[in-house]
Protein backbone atom coordinates (compact mmCIF):
# COMPACT_ATOMS: atom_id res chain seq x y z
CA UNK A 1 0.00 0.00 0.00
CA UNK A 2 1.31 3.40 -1.15
CA UNK A 3 2.50 5.56 2.15
CA UNK A 4 1.30 9.00 1.31
CA UNK A 5 3.95 12.05 2.76
CA UNK A 6 3.96 15.47 2.83
CA UNK A 7 7.56 17.05 2.60
CA UNK A 8 7.54 20.87 3.48
CA UNK A 9 10.91 22.66 3.13
CA UNK A 10 12.09 26.24 2.59
CA UNK A 11 14.42 25.23 -0.17
CA UNK A 12 14.32 22.64 -2.86
CA UNK A 13 16.17 21.99 -6.36
CA UNK A 14 15.74 22.70 -9.11
CA UNK A 15 13.09 25.61 -7.87
CA UNK A 16 15.33 27.40 -5.22
CA UNK A 17 18.76 26.45 -3.24
CA UNK A 18 21.21 27.94 -1.00
CA UNK A 19 22.41 24.39 0.48
CA UNK A 20 22.74 21.00 1.01
CA UNK A 21 18.67 20.66 2.06
CA UNK A 22 17.59 21.34 -1.37
CA UNK A 23 19.22 18.68 -2.62
CA UNK A 24 17.47 16.14 -0.56
CA UNK A 25 14.16 18.09 -0.53
CA UNK A 26 14.11 18.00 -4.84
CA UNK A 27 15.84 14.49 -5.00
CA UNK A 28 13.47 12.69 -2.12
CA UNK A 29 9.62 12.67 -4.23
CA UNK A 30 11.66 10.72 -7.23
CA UNK A 31 13.86 8.20 -5.50
CA UNK A 32 10.83 7.47 -3.11
CA UNK A 33 8.36 6.22 -5.36
CA UNK A 34 10.25 2.84 -5.98
CA UNK A 35 9.59 2.73 -2.27
CA UNK A 36 5.88 3.03 -2.61
CA UNK A 37 5.70 6.39 -0.87
CA UNK A 38 4.05 9.03 -2.47
CA UNK A 39 6.17 12.18 -1.63
CA UNK A 40 3.93 15.92 -2.42
CA UNK A 41 6.10 18.32 -1.30
CA UNK A 42 5.22 22.16 -0.07
CA UNK A 43 7.42 25.30 -0.25
CA UNK A 44 7.22 29.38 -0.10
CA UNK A 45 6.09 30.72 -3.03
CA UNK A 46 9.51 33.08 -3.15
CA UNK A 47 9.63 35.24 -6.81
CA UNK A 48 11.40 32.23 -8.37
CA UNK A 49 8.83 29.68 -7.09
CA UNK A 50 5.60 31.56 -8.34
CA UNK A 51 7.59 32.15 -11.58
CA UNK A 52 7.54 28.28 -12.20
CA UNK A 53 4.11 27.90 -11.69
CA UNK A 54 3.44 29.82 -15.38
CA UNK A 55 0.68 32.37 -15.69
CA UNK A 56 -2.27 30.76 -14.26
CA UNK A 57 -2.06 28.12 -11.25
CA UNK A 58 -4.65 26.38 -10.03
CA UNK A 59 -5.54 27.46 -7.02
CA UNK A 60 -6.13 24.83 -4.07
CA UNK A 61 -7.30 26.95 -1.24
CA UNK A 62 -7.38 30.70 -0.12
CA UNK A 63 -7.58 32.30 3.09
CA UNK A 64 -7.93 36.14 4.17
CA UNK A 65 -5.12 36.56 6.47
CA UNK A 66 -2.36 34.62 7.23
CA UNK A 67 0.02 36.26 9.88
CA UNK A 68 -1.01 39.53 8.12
CA UNK A 69 -1.88 39.02 4.51
CA UNK A 70 -3.70 36.94 2.18
CA UNK A 71 -2.78 33.55 1.47
CA UNK A 72 -3.84 30.61 -1.24
CA UNK A 73 -1.87 27.09 -1.71
CA UNK A 74 -1.23 27.19 -5.82
CA UNK A 75 -0.34 23.68 -7.53
CA UNK A 76 2.44 22.96 -9.82
CA UNK A 77 4.64 20.14 -10.44
CA UNK A 78 8.12 18.54 -8.93
CA UNK A 79 9.35 16.06 -11.26
CA UNK A 80 6.08 13.66 -11.94
CA UNK A 81 4.71 14.68 -7.91
CA UNK A 82 2.67 17.49 -6.98
CA UNK A 83 4.19 20.58 -5.60
CA UNK A 84 2.40 22.76 -3.24
CA UNK A 85 3.29 26.44 -3.34
CA UNK A 86 2.39 29.00 -0.31
CA UNK A 87 1.96 32.14 -2.51
CA UNK A 88 1.58 34.49 0.27
CA UNK A 89 3.10 38.21 -1.20
CA UNK A 90 3.35 39.83 1.86
CA UNK A 91 5.86 37.05 3.74
CA UNK A 92 7.65 35.62 0.44
CA UNK A 93 7.20 38.04 -2.61
CA UNK A 94 10.77 40.15 -1.84
CA UNK A 95 13.67 40.06 -3.99
CA UNK A 96 17.16 38.52 -3.65
CA UNK A 97 18.20 35.33 -1.20
CA UNK A 98 15.54 33.83 0.62
CA UNK A 99 16.54 34.41 3.83
CA UNK A 100 18.29 37.37 3.86
CA UNK A 101 17.02 40.93 3.22
CA UNK A 102 19.88 43.57 1.44
CA UNK A 103 21.84 43.92 4.27
CA UNK A 104 22.80 40.40 4.37
CA UNK A 105 21.15 40.22 7.57
CA UNK A 106 18.27 37.22 8.40
CA UNK A 107 14.83 39.18 7.51
CA UNK A 108 13.42 40.45 11.24
CA UNK A 109 10.32 38.51 10.09
CA UNK A 110 11.61 35.12 9.15
CA UNK A 111 9.95 33.91 12.74
CA UNK A 112 6.90 34.85 11.06
CA UNK A 113 7.68 33.88 7.36
CA UNK A 114 8.39 30.18 8.60
CA UNK A 115 5.76 29.30 10.64
CA UNK A 116 3.55 30.63 8.06
CA UNK A 117 4.76 27.68 6.15
CA UNK A 118 4.45 25.28 8.83
CA UNK A 119 0.88 26.61 9.58
CA UNK A 120 -0.47 25.90 6.17
CA UNK A 121 1.60 22.22 6.39
CA UNK A 122 -0.31 21.28 9.89
CA UNK A 123 -3.55 22.61 7.75
CA UNK A 124 -2.96 20.18 5.12
CA UNK A 125 -2.19 17.62 7.58
CA UNK A 126 -5.72 18.55 9.41
CA UNK A 127 -7.94 19.04 6.88
CA UNK A 128 -6.10 17.34 3.13
CA UNK A 129 -5.76 19.41 -0.02
CA UNK A 130 -6.53 18.91 -3.46
CA UNK A 131 -8.47 14.94 -2.66
CA UNK A 132 -5.29 14.19 -0.76
CA UNK A 133 -4.56 13.90 2.75
CA UNK A 134 -0.80 12.65 4.40
CA UNK A 135 -0.50 10.00 6.54
CA UNK A 136 2.80 11.27 6.98
CA UNK A 137 4.40 14.82 7.48
CA UNK A 138 8.26 15.14 7.28
CA UNK A 139 9.70 18.85 8.28
CA UNK A 140 12.99 19.86 6.66
CA UNK A 141 14.92 22.24 9.47
CA UNK A 142 13.52 25.00 12.02
CA UNK A 143 11.46 26.61 9.00
CA UNK A 144 9.19 23.37 8.53
CA UNK A 145 9.43 22.50 12.62
CA UNK A 146 6.66 24.11 14.19
CA UNK A 147 4.21 22.10 12.46
CA UNK A 148 3.69 19.40 15.18
CA UNK A 149 2.86 22.19 17.57
CA UNK A 150 0.22 23.82 15.46
CA UNK A 151 -1.01 20.52 14.76
CA UNK A 152 -1.17 19.37 18.51
CA UNK A 153 -3.01 22.69 18.60
CA UNK A 154 -5.70 21.38 15.98
CA UNK A 155 -6.16 18.31 17.54
CA UNK A 156 -4.83 16.39 14.34
CA UNK A 157 -1.30 15.39 16.01
CA UNK A 158 -2.97 11.77 16.60
CA UNK A 159 -3.93 11.14 13.06
CA UNK A 160 -0.72 12.19 10.92
CA UNK A 161 2.65 10.92 12.09
CA UNK A 162 5.38 13.79 11.71
CA UNK A 163 9.49 13.52 11.60
CA UNK A 164 11.93 16.66 11.39
CA UNK A 165 14.31 16.69 9.54
CA UNK A 166 17.59 18.19 11.03
CA UNK A 167 20.03 19.26 7.78
CA UNK A 168 22.24 21.34 10.39
CA UNK A 169 21.66 21.88 14.04
CA UNK A 170 23.39 25.74 13.96
CA UNK A 171 20.23 26.83 12.36
CA UNK A 172 17.67 26.58 15.26
CA UNK A 173 15.12 29.23 14.13
CA UNK A 174 14.88 31.67 17.73
CA UNK A 175 12.35 34.38 17.86
CA UNK A 176 11.61 36.42 21.43
CA UNK A 177 9.23 34.94 23.28
CA UNK A 178 7.03 38.14 22.76
CA UNK A 179 6.30 36.77 19.42
CA UNK A 180 4.26 34.00 21.17
CA UNK A 181 1.04 35.27 19.96
CA UNK A 182 2.08 37.04 17.34
CA UNK A 183 2.99 33.55 16.06
CA UNK A 184 -0.03 31.57 17.16
CA UNK A 185 1.86 29.21 19.30
CA UNK A 186 0.12 27.96 22.39
CA UNK A 187 1.36 29.19 25.67
CA UNK A 188 1.03 25.26 27.39
CA UNK A 189 4.56 25.02 25.08
CA UNK A 190 6.35 28.22 26.29
CA UNK A 191 8.43 26.01 28.75
CA UNK A 192 11.78 23.96 29.08
CA UNK A 193 10.18 20.76 28.69
CA UNK A 194 8.57 22.41 25.04
CA UNK A 195 9.54 25.00 22.69
CA UNK A 196 11.33 27.44 24.85
CA UNK A 197 14.85 27.60 24.86
CA UNK A 198 16.96 29.56 27.85
CA UNK A 199 14.16 32.34 27.11
CA UNK A 200 13.41 32.08 23.52
CA UNK A 201 10.82 30.43 21.36
CA UNK A 202 13.35 27.64 19.17
CA UNK A 203 11.54 26.08 16.40
CA UNK A 204 13.67 23.46 16.07
CA UNK A 205 13.52 22.75 19.79
CA UNK A 206 9.66 22.65 18.99
CA UNK A 207 9.85 19.62 15.86
CA UNK A 208 12.91 17.66 18.29
CA UNK A 209 10.23 17.41 21.51
CA UNK A 210 7.02 17.40 18.90
CA UNK A 211 7.38 15.16 16.39
CA UNK A 212 7.15 11.56 16.11
CA UNK A 213 10.49 11.12 14.91
CA UNK A 214 13.57 12.79 14.47
CA UNK A 215 16.33 12.52 11.99
CA UNK A 216 18.95 13.60 10.72
CA UNK A 217 20.95 13.01 7.53
CA UNK A 218 23.80 10.58 8.68
CA UNK A 219 24.24 7.97 10.93
CA UNK A 220 27.53 10.00 12.79
CA UNK A 221 26.01 13.15 12.81
CA UNK A 222 23.14 11.36 14.80
CA UNK A 223 25.15 10.44 17.55
CA UNK A 224 27.65 13.68 17.27
CA UNK A 225 24.16 15.22 18.11
CA UNK A 226 23.61 14.13 21.20
CA UNK A 227 27.03 15.35 22.61
CA UNK A 228 27.32 18.52 24.18
CA UNK A 229 30.16 19.34 21.21
CA UNK A 230 28.31 19.18 18.28
CA UNK A 231 24.14 19.58 19.78
CA UNK A 232 24.79 23.48 19.87
CA UNK A 233 22.36 23.05 23.35
CA UNK A 234 20.12 20.73 22.17
CA UNK A 235 21.86 17.80 22.83
CA UNK A 236 20.26 16.94 25.90
CA UNK A 237 16.97 17.24 24.45
CA UNK A 238 17.85 14.80 21.97
CA UNK A 239 19.20 11.92 24.23
CA UNK A 240 16.21 12.26 25.72
CA UNK A 241 14.74 11.33 22.52
CA UNK A 242 17.14 8.95 21.33
CA UNK A 243 15.19 6.24 21.15
CA UNK A 244 13.01 7.88 18.12
CA UNK A 245 16.20 9.60 16.37
CA UNK A 246 17.80 7.68 13.45
CA UNK A 247 20.75 8.93 10.97
CA UNK A 248 19.82 8.46 6.92
CA UNK A 249 22.53 9.39 4.97
CA UNK A 250 22.03 11.88 2.32
CA UNK A 251 22.00 10.43 -1.56
CA UNK A 252 23.31 12.55 -4.72
CA UNK A 253 21.32 12.79 -7.64
CA UNK A 254 23.07 10.08 -9.96
CA UNK A 255 21.47 11.66 -13.22
CA UNK A 256 22.40 15.40 -12.60
CA UNK A 257 26.30 14.28 -11.57
CA UNK A 258 27.41 11.73 -14.18
CA UNK A 259 31.52 12.02 -14.79
CA UNK A 260 32.09 12.92 -18.47
CA UNK A 261 34.13 9.40 -18.92
CA UNK A 262 34.20 6.21 -18.07
CA UNK A 263 37.01 5.62 -16.25
CA UNK A 264 39.27 8.65 -14.27
CA UNK A 265 41.94 8.61 -17.14
CA UNK A 266 39.18 10.33 -18.87
CA UNK A 267 40.02 12.95 -16.47
CA UNK A 268 43.17 14.66 -18.08
CA UNK A 269 41.05 16.84 -21.03
CA UNK A 270 39.27 18.27 -18.27
CA UNK A 271 42.05 18.99 -15.31
CA UNK A 272 43.62 20.93 -18.38
CA UNK A 273 40.74 22.63 -19.45
CA UNK A 274 39.81 23.26 -15.72
CA UNK A 275 43.55 24.87 -15.43
CA UNK A 276 42.96 26.95 -17.93
CA UNK A 277 39.66 28.49 -17.27
CA UNK A 278 41.15 29.35 -13.36
CA UNK A 279 44.23 30.52 -14.91
CA UNK A 280 46.64 27.97 -13.48
CA UNK A 281 49.57 26.44 -15.09
CA UNK A 282 50.61 23.30 -15.60
CA UNK A 283 51.87 21.06 -13.14
CA UNK A 284 52.21 17.37 -12.26
CA UNK A 285 51.08 17.68 -8.99
CA UNK A 286 47.46 17.33 -7.48
CA UNK A 287 44.98 19.53 -8.06
CA UNK A 288 43.05 20.27 -5.07
CA UNK A 289 39.25 21.59 -5.55
CA UNK A 290 36.92 23.16 -3.12
CA UNK A 291 33.24 24.19 -3.93
CA UNK A 292 31.74 25.30 -0.48
CA UNK A 293 30.48 28.13 1.78
CA UNK A 294 33.12 30.10 3.26
CA UNK A 295 32.11 29.85 7.41
CA UNK A 296 33.75 28.62 10.05
CA UNK A 297 31.95 25.46 10.11
CA UNK A 298 33.43 24.25 6.66
CA UNK A 299 37.40 24.59 8.29
CA UNK A 300 38.64 26.51 5.54
CA UNK A 301 40.24 29.16 8.09
CA UNK A 302 42.63 25.63 8.65
CA UNK A 303 42.91 25.27 4.32
CA UNK A 304 44.47 28.58 4.82
CA UNK A 305 47.49 27.27 7.04
CA UNK A 306 47.68 24.34 5.36
CA UNK A 307 47.94 25.77 1.94
CA UNK A 308 51.87 26.86 2.25
CA UNK A 309 52.99 23.69 2.57
CA UNK A 310 50.96 22.07 0.02
CA UNK A 311 51.92 24.21 -2.53
CA UNK A 312 55.59 23.98 -1.72
CA UNK A 313 55.35 20.16 -2.92
CA UNK A 314 53.18 20.73 -5.48
CA UNK A 315 49.67 20.81 -5.09
CA UNK A 316 47.28 23.65 -6.66
CA UNK A 317 44.42 24.66 -5.62
CA UNK A 318 41.44 25.78 -7.27
CA UNK A 319 38.56 27.09 -4.96
CA UNK A 320 35.01 28.09 -5.72
CA UNK A 321 33.11 30.12 -2.52
CA UNK A 322 31.30 33.11 -0.85
CA UNK A 323 30.49 33.58 2.14
CA UNK A 324 32.42 35.28 4.62
CA UNK A 325 34.64 38.35 3.30
CA UNK A 326 37.44 37.95 5.88
CA UNK A 327 37.67 34.41 4.20
CA UNK A 328 37.36 34.97 0.94
CA UNK A 329 39.62 38.21 1.17
CA UNK A 330 42.14 36.08 2.77
CA UNK A 331 41.94 33.09 -0.40
CA UNK A 332 42.06 36.36 -2.84
CA UNK A 333 45.10 37.58 -1.49
CA UNK A 334 46.34 33.74 -1.15
CA UNK A 335 45.60 33.90 -5.01
CA UNK A 336 47.07 37.10 -6.06
CA UNK A 337 50.18 35.65 -4.19
CA UNK A 338 50.48 31.91 -5.39
CA UNK A 339 50.52 31.14 -8.93
CA UNK A 340 49.61 27.77 -7.74
CA UNK A 341 45.88 28.51 -6.31
CA UNK A 342 42.97 29.94 -8.36
CA UNK A 343 40.05 31.29 -6.47
CA UNK A 344 36.10 32.56 -7.58
CA UNK A 345 34.34 34.06 -4.62
CA UNK A 346 30.48 33.56 -5.91
CA UNK A 347 27.76 30.91 -6.80
CA UNK A 348 28.54 28.56 -10.23
CA UNK A 349 27.13 25.60 -10.83
CA UNK A 350 28.92 25.06 -14.19
CA UNK A 351 32.40 26.33 -12.28
CA UNK A 352 31.02 23.67 -9.27
CA UNK A 353 31.00 21.03 -11.98
CA UNK A 354 34.22 21.98 -13.66
CA UNK A 355 36.00 21.78 -10.59
CA UNK A 356 34.60 18.56 -9.71
CA UNK A 357 35.18 17.15 -12.84
CA UNK A 358 38.78 18.79 -13.47
CA UNK A 359 40.30 17.81 -10.10
CA UNK A 360 42.16 15.12 -9.08
CA UNK A 361 41.34 15.83 -4.94
CA UNK A 362 38.00 17.90 -3.48
CA UNK A 363 38.63 19.18 0.39
CA UNK A 364 35.63 19.08 2.58
CA UNK A 365 38.11 20.09 6.28
CA UNK A 366 34.61 21.27 8.14
CA UNK A 367 34.56 21.24 12.05
CA UNK A 368 31.07 19.73 11.70
CA UNK A 369 29.55 18.13 8.46
CA UNK A 370 25.77 17.06 9.31
CA UNK A 371 26.24 14.61 5.47
CA UNK A 372 28.05 16.74 2.75
CA UNK A 373 27.54 16.48 -0.75
CA UNK A 374 30.76 17.63 -2.47
CA UNK A 375 32.38 14.68 -1.58
CA UNK A 376 30.04 12.31 -2.49
CA UNK A 377 30.58 14.47 -6.12
CA UNK A 378 34.34 13.47 -6.18
CA UNK A 379 33.42 9.91 -4.85
CA UNK A 380 31.71 9.28 -8.33
CA UNK A 381 33.82 11.60 -10.32
CA UNK A 382 37.18 10.09 -9.33
CA UNK A 383 38.50 13.01 -7.59
CA UNK A 384 39.23 11.56 -4.29
CA UNK A 385 38.02 13.64 -1.34
CA UNK A 386 39.78 14.60 1.58
CA UNK A 387 37.78 15.22 4.63
CA UNK A 388 37.77 15.98 8.12
CA UNK A 389 36.26 13.11 10.49
CA UNK A 390 33.17 14.17 11.17
CA UNK A 391 29.49 13.37 10.84
CA UNK A 392 28.61 12.41 7.15
CA UNK A 393 31.99 12.76 5.67
CA UNK A 394 33.21 9.92 8.26
CA UNK A 395 29.76 7.58 6.81
CA UNK A 396 30.82 7.94 3.14
CA UNK A 397 34.43 7.93 2.57
CA UNK A 398 37.38 4.92 2.89
CA UNK A 399 40.51 6.56 4.40
CA UNK A 400 43.43 5.92 2.73
CA UNK A 401 44.96 4.36 6.00
CA UNK A 402 47.35 1.44 6.22
CA UNK A 403 44.35 -0.90 6.81
CA UNK A 404 41.95 0.59 4.48
CA UNK A 405 45.36 0.74 1.53
CA UNK A 406 46.71 -2.30 2.67
CA UNK A 407 42.99 -4.08 2.22
CA UNK A 408 42.41 -2.34 -1.66
CA UNK A 409 38.96 -0.89 -0.45
CA UNK A 410 40.61 3.24 0.39
CA UNK A 411 38.23 5.34 -1.39
CA UNK A 412 39.58 8.65 -0.09
CA UNK A 413 41.61 10.55 3.09
CA UNK A 414 40.19 11.63 6.44
CA UNK A 415 42.14 13.61 8.85
CA UNK A 416 41.70 13.82 12.85
CA UNK A 417 41.71 15.83 14.97
CA UNK A 418 40.41 18.60 12.61
CA UNK A 419 43.24 21.05 12.82
CA UNK A 420 45.58 22.88 10.69
CA UNK A 421 48.73 20.06 11.42
CA UNK A 422 46.46 17.11 10.76
CA UNK A 423 44.97 18.49 7.11
CA UNK A 424 48.76 19.16 6.62
CA UNK A 425 49.96 16.26 7.08
CA UNK A 426 47.29 14.67 5.19
CA UNK A 427 47.80 16.87 2.46
CA UNK A 428 51.67 15.13 2.14
CA UNK A 429 49.61 11.75 2.02
CA UNK A 430 47.99 13.02 -0.96
CA UNK A 431 51.16 14.34 -2.73
CA UNK A 432 53.13 11.40 -1.94
CA UNK A 433 50.34 8.82 -3.17
CA UNK A 434 49.37 10.99 -6.20
CA UNK A 435 53.03 9.93 -7.25
CA UNK A 436 52.00 6.40 -7.28
CA UNK A 437 50.00 6.01 -10.08
CA UNK A 438 49.11 2.26 -9.38
CA UNK A 439 47.82 3.24 -5.88
CA UNK A 440 45.89 6.44 -6.78
CA UNK A 441 44.53 4.69 -10.08
CA UNK A 442 43.10 2.19 -7.52
CA UNK A 443 41.76 4.70 -5.25
CA UNK A 444 39.72 6.28 -7.81
CA UNK A 445 38.46 3.40 -8.81
CA UNK A 446 37.04 2.44 -5.53
CA UNK A 447 35.48 5.54 -5.13
CA UNK A 448 33.81 5.58 -8.36
CA UNK A 449 32.33 2.90 -7.71
CA UNK A 450 30.70 3.65 -4.26
CA UNK A 451 27.50 3.86 -4.04
CA UNK A 452 26.28 7.17 -3.50
CA UNK A 453 22.89 7.60 -4.85
CA UNK A 454 19.64 7.16 -2.87
CA UNK A 455 18.50 3.90 -3.41
CA UNK A 456 19.37 2.24 -0.03
CA UNK A 457 18.62 5.41 1.90
CA UNK A 458 15.34 5.50 0.08
CA UNK A 459 14.56 2.57 1.46
CA UNK A 460 15.42 3.58 5.02
CA UNK A 461 13.37 6.83 4.46
CA UNK A 462 10.12 4.60 3.15
CA UNK A 463 10.36 2.36 5.99
CA UNK A 464 10.62 5.17 8.47
CA UNK A 465 7.52 6.87 6.99
CA UNK A 466 5.78 3.16 7.04
CA UNK A 467 6.37 2.90 10.40
CA UNK A 468 5.13 6.76 11.38
CA UNK A 469 1.83 5.87 9.66
CA UNK A 470 -1.50 6.37 12.76
CA UNK A 471 -3.73 3.56 12.64
CA UNK A 472 -7.50 5.67 12.41
P1 LIG B 1 25.91 22.81 2.90
O1 LIG B 1 24.49 22.39 2.68
O2 LIG B 1 26.34 22.83 4.34
O3 LIG B 1 26.27 24.09 2.22
P2 LIG B 1 26.59 20.45 1.33
O4 LIG B 1 27.89 19.88 0.92
O5 LIG B 1 25.61 19.53 1.98
O6 LIG B 1 26.88 21.72 2.25
O7 LIG B 1 25.86 21.06 0.06
C1 LIG B 1 26.38 22.14 -0.63
C2 LIG B 1 25.80 22.17 -2.02
O8 LIG B 1 25.91 23.48 -2.56
C3 LIG B 1 26.53 21.27 -2.98
O9 LIG B 1 25.63 20.84 -3.97
C4 LIG B 1 27.59 22.21 -3.57
O10 LIG B 1 28.02 21.80 -4.85
C5 LIG B 1 26.81 23.49 -3.66
N1 LIG B 1 27.64 24.70 -3.55
C6 LIG B 1 28.19 25.21 -2.42
N2 LIG B 1 28.83 26.36 -2.70
C7 LIG B 1 28.71 26.57 -4.01
C8 LIG B 1 29.15 27.61 -4.92
N3 LIG B 1 29.85 28.65 -4.48
N4 LIG B 1 28.83 27.50 -6.23
C9 LIG B 1 28.10 26.44 -6.66
N5 LIG B 1 27.65 25.45 -5.87
C10 LIG B 1 27.94 25.51 -4.56
Redesign the pocket.
Known amino acids: MTTRVLSVASECVPLVKT ?3 A ?1 VAGALPAALAAEEVEMRTLVPGYPVVRAALGKEPEVLSERVDLFGGPARVLKGKLGKQALYVLDAPHLYDRPGNIYLGPDGQDWPDNPVRFAALSRAAAQIGAEGIDGWTPQVIQLHDWQAALTPVYLHDMGAADRVGTVTTIH ?1 IAFQGLAPATMLSQLGLPSWGFNPQGFEFYGKISALKAGIVYSDAISTVSPTYANELMTMEFGMGLDGVLRQRRKDLTGILNGIDEDAWTPPYKTARGKAKHRAALRERMGLPDSDGPLAVV ?3 LTQQKGLDLLLDALPGFLEMGGQLAL ?3 GDKALSDAYLRAAERNPGVAVEI ?4 SL ?1 RALVTGGDVILVPSRFEP ?4 QM ?1 GLRFGTLPVVALTGGLADTVIPASAAGLAAGVATGFQFHPVTAQALSDTLAQVVDLFRQPAIWAKMQRNAMAHPVGWSASAGAYGALFRSLVKQP
Open positions: GGLDNISRLGSGYDEACGLTY
